[in-house]
């Protein structure tokens, strides 16, 4: 569901009209990370979609915000090397599935060892302020 919003919203245009638009998608993007390039060649081959957008499909998925749940370090620095660390913002599934999931993401973010701590803190607190606008008179 997420990596089909996510191509509608790019391919329709969305985000070139609205290019100050953030948005989070969850789950670390769904499969964005892995198949933005086969969307992309699949979209050049379709009759219609490349009018709707005059720029590189690539550029577009990239505008995203990430959130960090991946369940793997490994996961969270491959989300994290597509989006770069600064669209990657922390996540959980809080309520669903109690404190132990809120101990277990948080676990993957300081146990990503691609991360620095520098990354670590963009992750957890200075991008969720800056995204969500806290401690930042509007």
């Keep these: 569901d997420t990596t089909i919003a996510a191509a509608r919203l790019v391919f329709s ?3 070139e009209r609205y290019p100050n638009l953030r948005l989070v998608l969850s789950h ?3 499969t964005i990370p892995f198949l933005w390039a086969r969307l992309a060649r699949g979209a050049s081959s379709f009759e ?3 009018s709707k ?6 550029d577009y998925f990239r505008m995203f915000y990430l959130d960090s749940i991946g369940f793997a370090p490994e996961v969270l620095a491959y989300g994290a090397q597509f989006s770069g660390v600064k669209k990657i913002v922390f996540g959980t599934d ?5 404190s132990q999931n809120l101990r277990d993401c948080l676990k993957v973010v300081n146990e990503c060892k691609a991360l620095t701590s520098e990354d670590r803190k963009l992750i957890l607190t200075d991008t969720p302020r800056w995204l969500f606008g806290i401690d930042n008179p509007h």
């Design 28 to 30: 670390l993007g769904g």
């Design 94 to 98: 809080s309520p669903f599935f109690g």
């Design 53 to 58: 957008i005059s720029g590189d499909p690539e």
């Design 48 to 50: 219609g979609v490349q």
């Design 13 to 15: 245009g969305v985000l």
